[in-house]
């Protein structure tokens, strides 16, 4: 009896633990992923306010230092990203992975030091990519000023241009109906580009607006282009109802996309096959 008794009862232990080890399972992994989750959410949450993605691609496009250091934060985002990913997967490689004890293993010791500096260095040149130090000065409302500053960068005659925009937008101001240049200046009808403003300017052409800003002729595909540029910004900075970040947003938008980074790599390494721990449930 004893001796019969003796196999059930192991057997019946055995088939106890392991059902408690699938219990259990399922239950983690929600809470797992719910908090993976939130990560998301929130890091969403703070991009979609602070329009990181818009302010970074402004900062892509504007010229001077700013631009390399955008690109440089960008790198090391995505370096952040893709080594997140190769330690995520290496249990769907069938390798054990004790993150805890990440100095004993000889891959994790190598990979992890260098995410660790992407992440530091990704967030660091981020918030300065994207703070008053770096971020690009914020578009002109007034059509006036962005002529002037596409006049310079041609190379144009600016007290010339001063006086031709002044002409341009009180004709500007007749063709919308409007009762100064000042009005047409600051009229959102304006922030156009540059082939609907040369109609509403009544402009046959690019040279055309280039002799009134008295710019030489060699240079109009560079005032048209740098216009163009201007007028796509302010249009965009318009649409989105953009504002400066300031340091505050800059540090608060920047910590929202590693914090979305996180968030998804941790639901990556969630839902990732793990070939050795089935080979051990089906041991149990």
């Given amino acids: ?166 002409l341009l937008l009180t004709d500007a101001a007749r063709s919308l109906g409007l009762a100064s240049s000042s009005q047409a200046s600051s009229s959102g009808s304006l922030d156009v580009d540059v082939k609907s403003l040369l109609r509403t300017l009544r402009l046959p052409d690019g040279d055309a607006l280039a002799g009134r800003l008295g710019v030489s002729p060699d240079r109009t595909k560079t005032l048209l282009s740098t216009l163009d540029r201007y007028q796509a910004r302010a249009q965009a900075w318009k649409e989105g109802n953009l504002s400066v970040l300031g340091w505050t947003g800059a540090v608060i938008g920047s910590g929202s996309t590693f914090v979305t980074v996180f968030g998804a790599m941790g639901l990556l390494g969630l839902f990732a096959p793990r070939p050795a721990a089935k080979a051990k449930r089906h041991s149990l």
């Fill in 1 to 166: 009896m004893s001796s019969a008794r003796g196999p059930s009862s192991g057997n019946g232990s055995s088939s106890s633990s392991s059902s408690k080890l699938d219990d259990s399972e399922p239950r983690s992994t929600y809470v797992n992923v719910q908090k993976q989750l939130k990560y998301l959410f929130f890091g969403g949450l703070g991009l979609w306010y602070w329009q990181v993605d818009v302010h970074l691609r402004d900062a892509l496009e504007a010229p001077g230092w700013g631009r390399h250091l955008a690109v440089l934060s960008l790198a090391l985002v995505g370096t952040t990203i893709a080594l997140f990913g190769y330690l995520m997967l290496l249990p769907a490689r069938g390798r054990e992975v004790d993150f805890i004890e990440w100095n004993r293993d000889e891959r994790l010791r190598k990979v992890i030091p260098i995410l660790t500096a992407c992440i530091v260095g990704g967030f660091v040149t981020l918030v300065i990519t994207l703070s008053p130090l770096c971020a690009p000065s914020p578009p002109s409302p007034a059509l006036s000023q962005r002529l002037l500053e596409a006049t310079q960068a041609a190379g144009g005659n600016l007290q010339k241009a001063s006086s031709g925009i002044q």
